[in-house]
Each structure stands twice: as structure tokens, then as C-alpha cells.
């Protein structure tokens, strides 16, 4: 069975940092796009950040460039997303999902991770 796992999530104070990882099982996922958004409750779900399958290209929210980024290993089947001064406004469920089809939707999500950030 293909699946997400994201990990990493937790509390951590306004200005520290969180590794998060996303971990696919059950087919590699090393040609396709893969992507972090995050939802915050009562809110929609929002893009974070995606990297191309070769990590050529990169991709980040306004809200979040300078502070965050977004690495892959293809031979571990693992994206990660490294969270710098973090701020309350990133608190969220933070999600990855893939891209199988070029230029198509993303398709394929994990579960989610908690990310709190107190004052």
C-alpha cells in the first residue's frame, strides 16, 4: 500500500526550529514533485512549499521564504522541511503530499503532523 508518513512535528517556543519528515512506503516516489501545505484550524488548507523531483527547482509561500526550506533524498524516499524562527501564525497541521502527475494535482497525502508555537 503506497502511504505518507509525516514525522517531527511538536511544540517549540517563537523563534526556535523543527525538522519535519515525510516518509513514503510502498513504491518510490523519486520522479515525482512533492509538496508541504498546512492547514490551521478554521482555515484552508495552504501551500507551503514543493520541491521538483530532482530538487532542481524549489518552491516556497511568501510567508515563509528566507525561513524555511525544503530538501528531499530520493534514496531514502524522504522529504524533509526545515523550520526556522518559527512564529504563533505558523502553527498548523503540516502535510505532504505528491505530485504523480505532471503539472496535476496532488494526489497522494499523508496524514499530518501537529506543529504548535507558543509565544
Known amino acids: 500500500q503506497v502511504q505518507l508518513v509525516e514525522s517531527g512535528g511538536g511544540l517549540v517556543q517563537a523563534g526556535g526550529s523543527l525538522r519535519l519528515s515525510c516518509a513514503a512506503s510502498g513504491r518510490t516516489f523519486s520522479r515525482y514533485a512533492m509538496a508541504w501545505f498546512r492547514q490551521a484550524p478554521g482555515k484552508e488548507r495552504e501551500f507551503v512549499a514543493a520541491?521538483?523531483?530532482?530538487?532542481?527547482?524549489?518552491y516556497y509561500a511568501d510567508s515563509v521564504k528566507g525561513r524555511f526550506t525544503i530538501s528531499r533524498d530520493n534514496a531514502k524516499n524522504t522529504v524533509y522541511l526545515q523550520m526556522n524562527s518559527l512564529k504563533p501564525e505558523d502553527a498548523a497541521v503540516y502535510y505532504c503530499a505528491v505530485q504523480r502527475v505532471i503539472g496535476g494535482s496532488y494526489d497522494l497525502w499523508g496524514q499530518g503532523t501537529q506543529v504548535t508555537v507558543f509565544p
Open positions: 520541491i521538483s523531483w530532482s530538487a532542481g527547482s524549489l
